[in-house]
């Protein structure tokens, strides 16, 4: 599966920014899908996670409360809205599939990754 991910920006924190990736390649729903993060000079960090069907999610305790992770499987698309942004929040952000089960995207692991979109989040 071919990841796409746009949205990024820069914003004053505080603000918004929604995030989307948009998959080609395989049937969408066969995958279950995340977001991951990496700032200058971090390591990537987990963001959040999203089951085949949406039905269940899971966020890194950094992002809980201010991100929510959707999917529309017919537009074969997943999205990460962000709110309350903070600096801290300032990374690449990045997408990625997995066969699954949740669980592979939590622990970092998924098979498939797209590219990065920038997220800048000034004070």
């Known amino acids: 599966v071919q990841l796409q991910a746009s949205g990024g920006g820069l914003v004053h924190t505080g603000g918004s920014l929604r995030l989307s990736c948009a998959a080609s390649?395989?049937?969408?729903?066969?995958?279950?899908m995340g977001w991951f993060r990496q700032a200058p000079g971090k390591e990537r960090e987990y963001v959040a996670a999203?089951?085949?069907?949406?039905?269940?999610?899971d966020y890194a305790d950094s992002v809980k409360g201010r991100f929510t992770i959707s999917r529309d499987n017919a537009k074969n698309a997943v999205y990460l809205q962000m709110n309350s942004l903070k600096p801290e929040d300032t990374a690449v952000y990045y997408c990625?599939?997995?066969?699954?089960?949740?669980?592979?995207?939590?622990?970092?692991?998924?098979?498939?990754w797209g590219q990065g979109t920038q997220v800048t989040v000034s004070s």
């Open positions: 990625a599939a997995d066969p699954g089960p949740i669980i592979v995207i939590m622990t970092g692991r998924p098979r498939f």
């Open positions: 390649g395989r049937t969408f729903s066969d995958y279950v």
């Open positions: 999203i089951s085949w069907s949406g039905g269940s999610t």
